[in-house]
């Protein structure tokens, strides 16, 4: 599984911006969600989504402000993120297939990365 973010950039406090990932090579299997990477800071699980039933959970930080989706003919899925605030400024990534245990993932298929920027 190949994944392809796009959709970052820079926007101002209360803005919002819409992330991209779309897979390639084979089709998740369990589940694809996003990841951020702010400098200096450990990676931060930001969401989950099973392929299968389409459930979803968020982090605490992001919960009310973000909305993952999916769209199955595309295999894409996208992060619909309202509300910016500059704690939200972070590299993010798509994953898939990854397993998450207590907020930290192991294994799985990451993208490179799009660059958040909230000033």
């Known amino acids: 599984v190949q994944l392809v973010e796009s959709g970052g950039g820079s926007v101002q406090v209360g803005g919002s911006l819409k992330l991209s990932c779309a897979a390639s090579?084979?089709?998740?299997?369990?589940?694809m969600g996003w990841f951020r990477q702010a400098p200096g800071k450990e990676r931060e699980w930001v969401v989950t989504?099973?392929?299968?039933?389409?459930?979803?959970a968020y982090a605490d930080s992001v919960k009310g402000r973000f909305a993952i989706s999916q769209d199955n003919a595309k295999n894409t899925v996208y992060l619909q993120m309202n509300n910016l605030n500059p704690d939200d400024t972070a590299t993010y990534y798509c994953?898939?297939?990854?397993?998450?245990?207590?907020?930290?993932?192991?294994?799985?298929?990451w993208g490179r990365g799009t660059q958040v920027t909230v000033s």
């Open positions: 994953a898939a297939d990854f397993l998450l245990l207590r907020d930290r993932a192991f294994g799985g298929y």
């Open positions: 090579g084979d089709t998740p299997k369990t589940n």
């Open positions: 989504l099973r392929t299968g039933s389409g459930s979803t």
